[in-house]
């Protein structure tokens, strides 16, 4: 199983980016994927996730401003940034995990695989 995001990049405060996380390897459709970030010297976060029904979750410092969104034809899942800010400075990883529910779908030992993450900075 292979999860490869992209898309992250410097971007001025207020700006957009969209990020990739393709996946092989696996039955896209059974599984719900997820996008975390860690910033220098902070824990792990949840941002978003999206469930193999398409149900979207959000950490509430992103919703309104983010949105995820999934394609299953292409293994493919997106996650739309608006309105950044310098705290959505991370390194944002993608995450793929099966039979989430969603009570603990912001819970990343709830997740079989990850990807090799995608560096997102915002100057203010």
């Known amino acids: 199983v292979q999860l490869q995001a992209s898309g992250g990049g410097l971007v001025q405060a207020g700006g957009s980016l969209r990020l990739s996380c393709v996946a092989s390897?696996?039955?896209?459709?059974?599984?719900?994927i997820a996008w975390f970030r860690q910033a220098p010297g902070k824990e792990r976060e949840f941002v978003a996730a999206?469930?193999?029904?398409?149900?979207?979750y959000y950490a509430n410092s992103v919703k309104g401003r983010f949105t995820i969104s999934r394609d299953n034809a292409k293994n493919t899942v997106h996650l739309r940034m608006n309105s950044l800010e310098p705290e959505d400075t991370a390194v944002y990883y993608c995450?793929?995990?099966?039979?989430?529910?969603?009570?603990?779908?912001?819970?990343?030992?709830?997740?079989?695989?990850w990807g090799q993450g995608t560096q997102v900075t915002v100057s203010s």
């Open positions: 390897g696996l039955t896209f459709d059974r599984y719900a």
């Open positions: 995450a793929a995990g099966a039979g989430i529910i969603m009570s603990t779908v912001a819970e990343g030992r709830q997740y079989d695989y």
């Open positions: 999206i469930r193999s029904s398409g149900s979207p």
